[in-house]
């Protein structure tokens, strides 16, 4: 795989710290054979912000959201989506979905964060994968992060660009970058 997990920036601030995205970890859904409903694979994260609140539309990145899983050990991609929408979510494992507010914005305060649900898309999943076996290390069982898949999520939204800006006090706002980029693991951090 000569792929890199971290896209490269689009612009300045991207690898900043304010705003941030961070994985707070996945889970598959597999209703089996008797109960009604399909197979979920959902991974979480959250949004976090520095002093000043940042305001988000709803809903959350619609569209802009993209979720890749590359497999351990050089094997390659297993699953990559692009087009996606986050669900804001009021907990962790199982959250449930949040009404959109009135003002039509998900608002982060300082020392608070946003809870977010992506699901993969089983059309998303590479050929010799299934949507269940996803996020399995390999060997099973290991206690190695360097054995699992790395998670890359990133989501895009203008109103990330205007915050970057903002806080720094530039002019030139469109050098800043509109994406949160959160990598579960990175192989490598001399080439970011």
Not at 83 to 101: D, F, M, Q, R, W
């Amino acid at each position: 795989m000569k792929e890199w997990p971290r896209p490269e920036p689009r612009g300045k601030g991207e690898r900043g710290n304010d705003p941030k995205l961070v994985l707070t970890g996945w889970d598959v859904y597999d209703p089996g054979p008797k109960v009604p409903g399909q197979p979920r694979f959902t991974v979480h994260a959250a949004i976090r912000t520095g002093d000043r609140p940042l305001l988000l539309d709803a809903p959350l990145a619609k569209g802009g959201v993209t979720l890749d899983f590359h497999g351990p050990h050089g094997e390659g991609v297993r699953a990559s989506a692009r087009g996606l929408t986050a669900t804001v979510v009021n907990s962790g494992y199982e959250g449930k979905p949040v009404e959109i507010p009135a003002s039509g914005e998900f608002r982060v305060d300082p020392g608070k964060e946003l809870l977010l649900d992506v699901n993969l898309p089983a059309g998303a999943v590479c050929p010799g994968h299934s949507l269940l076996d996803t996020g399995k290390c390999s060997p099973e069982g290991t206690n190695d992060a360097t054995d699992c898949p790395v998670v890359t999520l990133t989501l895009a939204d203008p109103a990330i660009r205007a915050y970057r800006a903002e806080t720094t006090g530039e002019s030139g706002a469109r050098s800043f970058s509109d994406r949160l980029v959160a990598v579960s693991l990175e192989p490598d951090v001399s080439q970011a």
